[in-house]
């Protein structure tokens, strides 16, 4: 098991950076994969970005350009740095993590990032 606190969301205009930050209870030298997922007001859950363990990542269309998911694992901590924010990227971030590749993911308890237009 693994718990995930994600930190660094909040409100900025169009066009700023923000970067959130995930630390787990635990190593994540051997978690197979690492995720960002987001979830707008009346929307579904939305995979945003993924890493894997050995830093395979992949990355939604809409965010492809903008937005870099890394992992640090001396820290236990995986960032999201986003880039040229836009008002569709509005939601509440959750931090993943799928520790065998079976897909069961743990989650955080989501960090809320608004960008006003």
């Known amino acids: 098991q693994v718990q995930l606190v994600e930190s660094g969301g909040g409100l900025v205009q169009a066009g700023d950076s923000l970067r959130l930050s995930c630390a787990a209870s635990?190593?994540?030298?051997?978690?197979?994969?690492m995720g960002w997922y987001r979830q707008a007001p009346g929307k579904q859950r939305e995979l945003v970005a993924r890493?894997?363990?050995?830093?395979?990542?992949n990355y939604a269309d809409s965010v492809k350009g903008r937005f870099t998911i890394s992992r640090d694992n001396a820290k236990n901590t995986v960032y999201l740095q986003m880039n040229s924010l836009k008002p569709e990227d509005t939601g509440n971030y959750y931090c993943?993590?799928?520790?065998?590749?079976?897909?069961?993911?743990?989650w955080g308890q989501g960090t809320q990032v608004t960008v006003s237009s």
């Open positions: 890493i894997s363990r050995i830093g395979i990542t």
């Open positions: 993943s993590a799928d520790l065998t590749g079976a897909a069961e993911l743990y």
């Open positions: 635990r190593s994540i030298f051997t978690i197979y994969a």
